[in-house]
């Protein structure tokens, strides 16, 4: 059995005269995080591995919640793989990852994890909305064979507000 948790980074500033790859996290950004990250610690997920995509607010979104999870920094790799708005990279570094990772935690951008979500889950979610969370189980032993799973839980900032 494995689970995938998917976490759409949280809310990312305009403000700042930066490529796309750059933008930092905006006031509400940093709230929801902590949120999701309080939220999260609440579950006492057993985390095998955490990926993160390489942009700055993915990376931004994931230390908040990470430090509030108490992650082992040996556990977390950063991949420019998953700066993909479309699914194809997420999915690749999904399917390629080491079968003894049971619980794998994805930090990603949008479109790519709604869609891994709505191809994946059995729930169909509209949009991921920023810092959104969705798990999903799949009776699987091998990551490469991905195949449709349950979606277990969703936590979206909205609902703490």
């Known amino acids: 059995m494995k689970k995938l948790v998917l976490i759409r980074h949280a809310k990312s500033s305009w403000e700042h005269d930066v490529i796309d790859h ?3 996290l905006n006031k509400r950004g940093t709230k929801d995080a902590s949120i999701i990250a309080e939220a999260l610690k609440a ?4 985390l095998d591995c955490v990926l993160i995509s390489d942009a700055t ?3 931004l979104t ?3 919640i990470l430090q509030t999870l108490k ?3 040996n556990k977390v790799l950063f991949s420019h793989k998953l700066y993909d ?3 194809g990279g997420v999915l690749e570094v999904i399917k390629s990852c080491n079968n003894t990772i049971e619980t794998l935690m994805i930090f990603g951008h949008n479109h790519a994890l ?3 979500a709505n191809t994946y889950g059995d729930t169909y979610i509209d949009n991921i909305p920023t810092c959104g969370v969705v798990i999903i189980k799949f009776d699987i032993s091998d990551w490469s064979q991905l195949a449709p799973g349950k979606i277990v839980d969703t936590i979206f ?4 507000k």
């Open 85 to 87: 708005f479309s699914g």
């Open 57 to 59: 607010r993915t990376k």
């Open 22 to 24: 750059e933008r930092p």
């Open 43 to 46: 579950m006492q997920l057993d």
């Open 71 to 73: 992650t082992p920094q």
């Open 62 to 64: 994931a230390q908040i």
């Open 157 to 160: 900032p909205r609902d703490f």
């Open 114 to 116: 709604t869609a891994i």
